[in-house]
């Protein structure tokens, strides 16, 4: 499925607080970004307080890496994971296929600076999942 998915670049002026230099560069998670992953992937679920074994945390970047219904993008800022989105495809009641984005975190440290929204953008766009009904 991710064989023609390419990075996209967000432009520095959505970057709030961020510097004229830096960009976020929203991509298909890779082995590369294992280590990063599983820090942000750890923040994230101390964040809703549920507790996931080593073997799950393994289990989940090989899902994430082996398109196994279920994929992630990473924001990378000045080379540095900064942020990560996993989503899957299911059935839905109206529409054959329904795209879920069942986590987004963001490391504490660049909140605010649009990384959020470069991730959520990256996973609209990808054949139009996801509508803007409401403003954000």
Same mark, same amino acid.
């Given at each position: 499925?991710?064989? =023609? +998915?390419?990075?996209?670049?967000?432009?520095?002026?959505? @970057?709030?607080?961020?510097?004229?230099?830096?960009?976020?560069?929203?991509?298909?998670? +890779?082995?590369? $970004?294992?280590?990063?992953?599983?820090?942000?992937?750890?923040? &994230?679920?101390? !964040? &809703?307080?549920?507790?996931?074994?080593?073997?799950? %945390?393994?289990?989940?970047?090989?899902?994430?890496?082996?398109?196994?219904?279920?994929?992630?993008?990473? +924001?990378?800022? #000045?080379?540095? @994971?900064?942020?990560?989105? =996993? !989503?899957?495809?299911?059935?839905?009641?109206?529409?054959?296929?329904?795209?879920?984005?069942? $986590? @987004? !975190?963001?490391?504490?440290?660049?909140?605010?600076?649009?990384?959020?929204? +470069?991730? %959520?953008?990256?996973?609209?766009? %990808?054949?139009? !999942?996801?509508? &803007? #009904? =409401?403003? @954000?």
């Amino acid at each position: 499925m991710w064989e =023609h +998915a390419k990075a996209i670049p967000v432009p520095v002026s959505i @970057l709030k607080k961020a510097s004229a230099t830096t960009a976020v560069r929203v991509a298909p998670l +890779a082995p590369p $970004d294992h280590a990063r992953w599983l820090e942000l992937a750890r923040g &994230y679920k101390a !964040f &809703y307080k549920t507790t996931v074994s080593d073997e799950q %945390y393994a289990r989940a970047w090989q899902r994430l890496l082996g398109n196994d219904r279920v994929w992630g993008f990473g +924001a990378h800022c #000045d080379g540095r @994971l900064v942020g990560i989105t =996993h !989503f899957l495809f299911h059935t839905g009641t109206w529409n054959h296929e329904v795209c879920y984005l069942q $986590d @987004l !975190f963001v490391d504490p440290a660049v909140r605010g600076r649009g990384v959020a929204r +470069a991730l %959520y953008d990256k996973v609209a766009k %990808y054949n139009d !999942f996801i509508r &803007y #009904d =409401h403003p @954000l």
